[in-house]
């Protein structure tokens, strides 16, 4: 069983996520969660610190969320991965195509400093 919790900040979205991620309704209402926040925000944090594990429907979605998202020069991060996950993002090669840090306030910092700077 999974969970979502998304905090609406000035600069980015937060989505806390737990549990764990294999298909199903969880993924759906992850897609569905990330889709409605892209109309507001240009970049999503996903906070990962609590997720047990993640299969390819997941990453799928992450990609599709991506892509999206880099239509409108957004982007999707990732903060908090446990070793597994982070081994999974590497494998896949999808480290390269997504923005990781390993918390969410160096995300949220990062974040900041790009769209401050892109509005100079």
Same mark, same amino acid.
């Given at each position: 069983?999974?969970?979502?919790?998304?905090?609406?900040?000035?600069?980015?979205?937060?989505?806390?996520? =737990? @549990?764990?991620?294999? @298909? @199903?309704?969880?993924?759906? *209402?992850? !897609?569905?969660? /990330? *889709?409605?926040?892209?109309?507001?925000?240009?970049?999503?944090? /996903?906070?990962?610190?609590?997720? !047990?594990?993640?299969? =390819?429907?997941?990453? %799928?979605?992450? /990609? =599709?969320?991506?892509?999206?998202? %880099?239509? !409108?020069? @957004?982007?999707?991060?990732?903060?908090?991965?446990?070793?597994?996950?982070? +081994?999974? #993002?590497? +494998? *896949? !090669?999808?480290?390269?195509? /997504?923005?990781?840090?390993?918390?969410?306030?160096?995300? #949220?910092?990062? +974040? *900041?400093?790009?769209?401050? =700077?892109?509005?100079?």
């Amino acid at each position: 069983m999974s969970q979502l919790e998304v905090e609406r900040g000035q600069h980015a979205a937060i989505v806390r996520c =737990s @549990g764990q991620f294999v @298909g @199903g309704d969880e993924t759906d *209402t992850l !897609r569905n969660v /990330l *889709t409605g926040l892209m109309e507001d925000y240009k970049d999503i944090i /996903l906070d990962m610190a609590a997720v !047990r594990y993640v299969n =390819s429907s997941f990453l %799928s979605t992450l /990609l =599709s969320v991506q892509t999206a998202m %880099s239509r !409108r020069s @957004g982007h999707v991060a990732l903060a908090g991965l446990n070793d597994s996950i982070n +081994t999974v #993002l590497t +494998t *896949t !090669r999808m480290d390269q195509i /997504l923005k990781i840090y390993g918390t969410v306030g160096e995300a #949220l910092k990062s +974040t *900041t400093q790009e769209q401050q =700077s892109n509005n100079n």
